[in-house]
C-alpha cells in the first residue's frame, strides 16, 4: 500500500516570503499523480496544484511550485511571496494512475503567516 | 451546480443512533467519493462510486457504513448505530473523469460529525 508523509506539522513564514512544505511517499508504482491541497478553515479542500510522476518537468501554478525527485520519492511544495490569505492546513497526497483514482493523503503541515 | 455540496454542514448525534450524510456532486460528474478526515489527520478514502455503481468500498471501517447512489447523482452516506470513533469529518468530492482519469476531485466542505 502507498504511504504519504509529511514530516513538518507546522510551518511559519512571513508575509511576502518564500516557505517550502516537505512531502515523500512511499510507492513499488512506476506511474502515478502527486497533490498539494490546502485546506483552510471552512473544511474545503482545494487543489493547488498536481504532477504527473512520468513528467520530469516540475510543475508551477503561479506563486505555487514543487520539486518532484522520483528516484528519492520527495515531492516539495515551494510557495513565493507568501500572502496571507496562504494560511491553512496543506496536505500532500498521492494518486496511482492504474487503479480506481482514490487519493492517500499525508498528515498535513498546517502553515501560518505572519506580517 | 457550482461545486460540492453537503448536507448538514455539522451533525450531533447520540451514540447508537442513525445518521445519515448527502452528498450533492457537480452536475456532471461521473465519479463521487467519500472520504473521512478525523481530527488533525489527513482524509481517508471510504468509498468510490462510478455513475450508480459502487466500484470500491474498501475503505469503509465496519458494516454500520453504508454509501449509496441510486440516479448517479446524489449520493448518502449512513451510519447506523453510532459510536464515538465515528466522530470525524466526512468529505465528498466528485469528477468528471472515470476510474483511470486523471481528472481532479472537486471537494464539498464536509459534513462534521458529533457523537456524544
Known amino acids: 500500500a502507498q504511504t504519504v508523509t509529511q514530516s513538518q506539522p507546522e510551518m511559519s513564514v512571513q508575509e511576502a516570503e518564500t516557505v517550502t512544505l516537505s512531502c515523500t511517499y512511499d510507492t513499488s508504482e512506476s506511474d502515478y499523480y502527486l497533490f498539494w491541497y490546502k485546506q483552510p478553515p471552512s473544511r474545503q479542500m482545494i487543489l493547488v496544484i498536481r504532477q504527473e510522476a512520468y513528467k520530469q518537468q516540475n510543475a508551477t501554478e503561479n506563486r505555487f511550485s514543487v520539486n518532484f525527485q522520483k528516484a528519492a520519492k520527495s515531492f516539495s511544495l515551494k510557495i513565493s511571496d507568501s500572502q496571507l490569505g496562504d494560511a491553512a492546513m496543506y496536505f500532500c497526497?498521492?494518486?496511482?494512475?492504474?487503479?480506481?483514482?482514490?487519493?492517500?493523503f499525508g498528515t498535513g503541515t498546517r502553515l501560518q503567516v505572519t506580517l | 451546480g457550482a461545486g460540492v455540496s453537503q448536507s448538514p454542514r455539522y451533525k450531533v448525534a447520540k451514540r447508537g443512533q442513525d445518521v445519515a450524510l448527502r452528498c450533492d456532486p457537480i452536475?456532471?460528474?461521473?465519479?463521487l467519493f467519500w472520504y473521512q478526515q478525523a481530527l488533525g489527520q489527513g482524509p481517508e478514502f471510504l468509498t468510490y462510486f462510478q455513475n450508480e455503481a459502487q466500484l470500491d468500498k474498501s475503505g469503509l471501517p465496519s458494516d454500520r457504513f453504508f454509501a449509496e447512489r441510486p440516479e448517479g447523482s446524489v449520493s448518502t452516506l449512513k451510519i447506523q448505530r453510532t459510536q464515538q470513533e465515528d466522530s470525524a469529518v466526512y468529505l465528498c468530492?466528485?469528477?468528471?473523469?472515470?476510474?483511470?482519469?486523471?481528472?481532479?476531485?472537486?471537494f464539498g466542505d464536509g459534513t462534521r460529525l458529533s457523537i456524544l
Open positions: 452536475s456532471g460528474h461521473v465519479s
Open positions: 468530492a466528485s469528477s468528471s473523469g472515470t476510474a483511470y482519469s486523471n481528472q481532479p476531485q472537486h
Open positions: 497526497a498521492y494518486r496511482s494512475a492504474g487503479t480506481a483514482s482514490k487519493l492517500t
